[in-house]
């Protein structure tokens, strides 16, 4: 009897980048560290875009947003090109059995039937309950299944009573104050929520003796809801969590210091279940990586923004030691809607955050330089790297006819955007 093949979890977090427990951060999140501990987590996993709706569904598509077209949010009026390049068909079509929980991001809330799901299991705020409802139903297999989970999205709560902001650190690229120290307890306190969401997920697994053969699949969209983090292509935007379990994944506890993106998880998991890969695939498959034999296997990673809350287009790309970031359309000063409210935002803003410039080129060496806080690109020492760079993220662009080479990119008919200067995500939106 041919063996059944695996089934899918896939756990979708919302802004939580790396600032997980097993990263090495003082933030309580025990089911992920141990998910960690009998899998194997990526040291260097990156999205392929900053933002929302861009970063899954590159993800779930396999190619980059301005190649899948989703260049905004869902929400915001912004569609793919083709649905049909969703993972969740090419699983159909392998015999899978697809079903969605919670928070998506890829197509409007009221729209997701879109997408083809053979089931839509339940909203935001019971994507975990509805999931394991749907692991203690005996569900036909194999299955695919989605789990969107809305944390650690703003508005973050208050602190539990156990978390003192006094003993907070906030992210290193941020100054430790009072202020920064209340947002980042709240922001535990949101990943200690996520946290317990995904356990009750994986128990449900577990108690339906599911998971020896469930491949699980944890990751997040991109950086944290703070300044110069998401929506930003430092690796404090771009830098995510990403854990696998399950069959095709050896040796638990393993660290991968690969260089990984989220374009490279379908092509994985075409390989992991022997299916042919979609020919507009442009990862390569992490089944090297997972089977233990640690090697590279990307020279460069590339990222992007066009639109967030506005417009603010900018392309990367990164290798082990470099990192190029390219803005275009000449804007000089912050793009405001763009980042989310809170307490570290508005410390900045009250002290001219708005006023300063924002460079044109930018050229990080990211082994002396982390916290991406040198701008190397005026350096005359670093002229070849700036050019190598320069050529690789042109070479990029041409190969992926990326619009921005045209020119403005300009919103579809009736997106939603803000005032790029005045107006923050959570306002009400004008139609362009």
């Known amino acids: 009897m041919a063996q059944m093949r695996p089934n899918i979890l896939y756990i979708n977090s919302h802004d939580t980048g790396r600032y997980v427990q097993p990263y090495g951060h003082a933030i309580p999140t ?25 970063s899954r569904a590159a993800l779930l598509t396999g190619c980059y947003p301005h190649q899948n077209g989703m260049i905004g949010l869902a929400h915001r009026g912004f569609r793919l090109n083709d649905p049909r390049q969703h993972l969740q068909h090419t699983l159909q079509r392998a015999g899978y059995f697809t079903a969605q929980a919670g928070f998506q991001h890829v197509v409007p809330w009221d729209r997701v039937s879109e997408l083809g799901y053979d089931a839509l299991l339940g909203d935001n705020k019971v994507a975990h309950t509805a999931a394991a409802e749907f692991l203690d139903s005996a569900p036909r297999q194999p299955f695919y299944l989605e789990v969107g989970i809305v944390e650690t999205h703003r508005v973050f709560p208050q602190p539990d009573a156990d978390i003192r902001p006094e003993y907070c650190m906030p992210p290193a690229i941020l ?4 202020d920064t120290r209340q947002d980042m307890a709240r922001f535990k306190t949101s990943a200690r929520i996520l946290d317990s969401k995904i356990r009750a997920v994986l128990d449900a697994l577990d108690d339906n003796g ?6 699980v699949i944890c990751t997040t969209d991109h950086g944290i809801a703070f300044p110069h983090m998401k929506c930003n292509l430092t690796d404090h935007g771009i830098g995510v969590m990403l854990i696998m379990r399950g069959p095709g994944v050896s040796g638990a506890g393993r660290a991968i210091d690969s260089m990984v993106s989220h374009i490279d998880v379908y092509p994985t998991i075409c390989e992991l279940l022997e299916i042919d890969p979609p020919d507009w695939l442009e990862g390569v498959s992490l089944v090297p990586l997972l089977s233990g034999k640690d090697r590279e296997i990307h ?61 044109q080129e930018q050229l990080f060496d990211l082994l002396f330089d982390p916290m991406e806080c040198d701008n190397l690109a005026g350096d005359v020492r670093f002229e070849p790297v700036l050019e190598d760079m320069r050529r ?35 306002d009400p939106v004008f139609v362009v």
Request: proline share 11%.
């Open 175 to 178: 100054p430790d104050t009072p």
């Open 30 to 54: 025990p089911t992920i560290q141990a998910l960690a501990e009998d899998g194997v987590l990526f040291r260097q996993a990156f999205c392929a875009g900053p933002t929302c709706s861009p």
């Open 392 to 426: 690789r993220l042109d070479d990029f662009m041409v190969r992926t006819s990326d619009p921005l080479l045209k020119g403005p990119v300009p919103p579809p008919s009736g997106a939603q955007l803000n005032d790029p200067d005045h107006m923050s995500p959570n």
């Open 299 to 359: 020279d460069e990673l590339f990222a992007e923004v066009t639109y967030h809350a506005a417009y603010e287009p900018m392309r990367c790309v990164r290798t082990k030691r470099h990192k190029y970031i390219r803005r275009f359309g000449g804007r000089e000063t912050p793009v405001m809607p763009n980042c989310d409210e809170g307490e570290t935002r508005d410390l900045w803003l009250a002290n001219g955050w708005n006023e300063r410039r924002v460079e």
């Open 210 to 215: 599911l998971a020896e053969n469930t491949l």
